[in-house]
């Protein structure tokens, strides 16, 4: 099972009480089981305090962030957020997503959806329009497409790493090879076992 942490102001699962902040949930996609934990960024603590913002940002697997369509200043706290977000994380790509709510208040509406999906292009991250108050369908939908990105994020990540880790162990062993080190002697024993036609194997 793969667990994936998302950072967002909205709460879904089961809330844990030994651990405040923290919501955990364990679900089943596409035959996977994955766990989810998701922190409520706004909240404090009982004794009042609250991670600071750069821990919680290198914490998160995902990012959900959530703007009132009737509150232009929450929509400008959502593109700061992003920013914060893009300069916290700049080395690997990260998912998010951009929530605007309320939608059944349409007629309070000030932020527009053309300017929603302007602001996800220039962040590069899913946009929906959603009602936390009408029902959960889009919101789960918005979840489901947050969750798959994340998870083919991290595979994708793991993926190189290991990649990576093989590459240093062939520069180490040719390294050894070059320099006569003493590893040398038994990567020679090693080569010398080998065929000489076939392709020389290192791991
Ligand atoms: N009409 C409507 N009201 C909503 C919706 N979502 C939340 N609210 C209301 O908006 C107010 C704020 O909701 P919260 O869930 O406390 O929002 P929040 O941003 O997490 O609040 P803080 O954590 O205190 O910053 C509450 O009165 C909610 O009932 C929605 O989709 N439609």
């Given amino acids: 099972s793969v667990t994936v942490r998302f950072l967002t102001k909205r709460f879904i699962g089961e809330y844990n009480s030994n651990i405040d902040l923290l919501y ?28 600071s913002a750069e821990t919680q940002m290198n914490w998160a697997d995902a990012f959900v962030i959530v703007y009132s369509i009737c509150d232009t200043c929450s929509f400008e706290r959502a593109k700061s957020l992003l920013d914060t977000i893009g300069k916290v994380r700049s ?26 999906h302007q602001v996800a292009l220039e962040y590069n991250c899913q946009y ?15 979840f489901q497409a947050l969750l798959r990105d994340a998870k083919m994020n991290q595979q994708q990540k793991s993926m190189l790493k290991r990649r990576r880790t093989s590459l240093v162990n ?9 320099s006569g080190k003493k590893d040398c002697a038994e990567f020679d024993k090693r080569r010398t076992s080998m065929d000489v036609n076939s392709p020389l194997k290192l791991t």
């Fill in 24 to 51: 955990k949930s364990c679900i089943k996609q596409e035959d996977y089981l994955t766990d989810i934990e998701i922190l409520d960024t706004c909240s404090k603590k009982s004794n009042g305090t609250s991670p």
């Fill in 91 to 116: 080395n690997s790509y990260i998912p998010v997503l951009l929530l605007g709510n309320k939608t059944d208040l349409e007629h309070r509406r000030t932020v527009g959806v053309e300017e929603g």
């Fill in 170 to 178: 062939v520069s180490k062993k040719l390294g050894a090879m070059f």
């Fill in 128 to 142: 929906y329009e959603v009602s936390a108050a009408e029902n959960y369908v889009t919101i789960n939908i918005a």
